[in-house]
């Protein structure tokens, strides 16, 4: 596709941008599928009770995803981000029949691999799609959108699979739903979706924005703005892991049922998912920096107060709190990232960003899995949420209110 026929803008691309859309809430779908039953998976069917030991298999998933996170973002412009796409389907296929046959605990967590290898080819490579398409206009819309449709997919199968569970069984009945995502997702990328490497070279034409020296560093540490987004996005996927390791075995010491703890699980991602539809776009017209600051602050106050809860409508209520906080802040981190960088190192920049982030599942794991194993479940969810307040400060003092800093 020659540049000089290229035009910018979701109005102008809202075919291809739907079917992006589409595609990426077949990526979230896979995550869903693991979120609610995944602890009871490990206690029921291989005997692992340690707290530590179940969050293993989000740390696999978060050092993994992170790494492909890294790689697609930096490879995109050479390979192509829809051969990144379909080759994060093809790692997605064999998951659910691993999980299915898996003989020891040890080929869980290898499919764990393989998920977060997945996940940071498909999903990386769809958000940066959405950026080249639309433009410097709509991006937070854009990212809005996007996380939308795979985080309200994550809650959408997050419940069904809580659901299916709790009617048939822990295993295999809930991963066929992962068959069945995987297969149509990796067929709807390779019909429809198209590469966006042209969309790159018509922005860079006209945008003004410095190039980083050295976007790696700059993005992790040096720049004032991408740093500051940096550790939220990292910090934002700590609490994450610890909830999807932790909220399930806190409701199932206070005697919640699986459909129950399925429909409290599914509340997050899907208040999450849902007001992104409109925090996206807000980011377009509001302060970035507060969004940031108040997102932050609102997941931090909801996660120190959810060890002190036990009816089901105040954990509810706290699970929609964490997710309305979270969804101020997550196409936000995106949305800012692509404003502060030069669309020709955009990609590079956005898959630093996300190798951070998702470390967060990572240390969210190990470090809610060993304070949960030493001192108990509350006091590392009480943990998770004074760090997840520490970051909105760092928020609010680091980051300048001009983001080309």
Do not use: C
């Not at 994550?154 to 295999?172: H, N, R």
């Not at 120190?304 to 997550?330: D, H, K, N, Q, R």
């Amino acid at each position: 596709m020659k540049s000089n026929n290229i035009e910018l803008g979701l109005k102008n691309n809202w075919k291809q941008f739907t079917i992006l859309v589409i595609v990426n809430a077949f990526v979230g779908g896979m995550i869903g599928m693991e979120r609610t039953i995944f602890p009871q998976f490990a206690e029921l069917e291989f005997g692992v009770a340690s707290k530590t030991a179940i969050l293993s298999f989000i740390t696999a998933f978060g050092i993994t995803k992170a790494v492909a996170n890294y790689y697609t973002g930096k490879l995109a412009n050479r390979f192509g981000r829809k051969n990144l796409l379909l080759l994060g389907w093809l790692l997605a296929i064999p998951i659910p029949f691993i999980l299915i046959y898996a003989p020891s605990w040890s080929w869980v967590i290898g499919a764990n691999v393989l998920l977060g290898a997945s996940q940071g080819l498909t999903w990386s490579s769809t958000v940066v799609m959405k950026i080249d398409l639309v433009g410097e206009k709509d991006r937070g819309l854009a990212m809005g959108l996007n996380e939308f449709s795979g985080y309200f997919a994550v809650g959408i199968i997050a419940f069904l699979s809580g659901y299916v569970a709790g009617e048939y069984g822990i295993t295999p009945y809930p991963f066929y739903i992962g068959i069945f995502i995987s297969i149509v997702g990796f067929l709807l990328s390779l019909i429809w979706v198209k590469d966006t490497r042209g969309f790159v070279k018509k922005e860079s034409q006209t945008n003004q924005s410095q190039s980083l020296k050295n976007i790696f560093w700059d993005t992790s540490i040096r720049h004032k703005t991408l740093s500051s987004v940096t550790q939220a996005g990292l910090v934002n996927n700590l609490n994450d892991g610890m909830i999807w390791g932790l909220l399930p075995i806190l409701l199932f010491s206070l005697h919640y049922d699986t459909e129950n703890i399925g429909i409290i699980s599914a509340i997050y991602p899907t208040v999450w998912g849902i007001s992104q539809l409109f925090t996206g776009k807000i980011s377009d017209v509001y302060s970035k920096k507060r969004m940031l600051f108040w997102g932050m602050l609102m997941q931090g106050l909801a996660i120190l107060v959810l060890p002190f809860t036990e009816s089901f409508i105040a954990l509810s209520l706290l699970a929609a709190t964490l997710g309305f906080g979270t969804a101020l802040v997550y196409p936000t981190l995106l949305s800012t990232i692509a404003q502060a960088t030069n669309p020709n190192q955009r990609a590079e920049s956005i898959g630093t960003f996300r190798l951070w982030r998702d470390l967060g599942y990572a240390f969210g794991a190990i470090i809610s899995g060993i304070t949960a194993d030493l001192f108990g479940i509350n006091n590392a969810i009480f943990l998770i949420g004074v760090l997840t307040i520490l970051s909105a400060m760092v928020i609010q003092v680091r980051m300048p209110l001009h983001l080309n800093k």
